[in-house]
């Protein structure tokens, strides 16, 4: 009844890779804001790396790993 359009349709359909949740996440974010969680709290606050307002990025490949690049906001303003 349905013949060999369906049969082909269901064939391209079933042979298309799934994507995963380290697929969908691999690149190079732009870090937002840079945060400490208070446990006793339960509040999140600003903070600040070693005392200086941050910047950065983070990088994701895909396969598990991550990194963090953090670097003083105003490094462009200094020779």
């Known amino acids: 009844m349905w013949g060999p359009g369906?049969?082909?349709l269901?064939?391209?359909f079933s042979c298309t890779p799934k994507q995963t949740i380290d697929d969908?996440?691999?690149g190079t974010y732009k870090l937002d804001k840079f945060e400490s969680f208070d446990s006793v709290s339960g509040k999140w606050t600003a903070?600040?790396?070693r005392g200086i307002d941050a910047d950065g990025f983070i990088q994701y490949d895909?396969?598990?790993h991550m990194s963090v690049?953090?670097?003083p906001r105003d490094y462009k303003d200094h020779p």
């Open 6 to 8: 369906l049969l082909i």
């Open 10 to 12: 269901m064939t391209i």
């Open 24 to 26: 969908k996440f691999n």
């Open 47 to 49: 903070d600040k790396w």
């Open 62 to 64: 895909g396969k598990g």
């Open 69 to 71: 690049h953090l670097y």
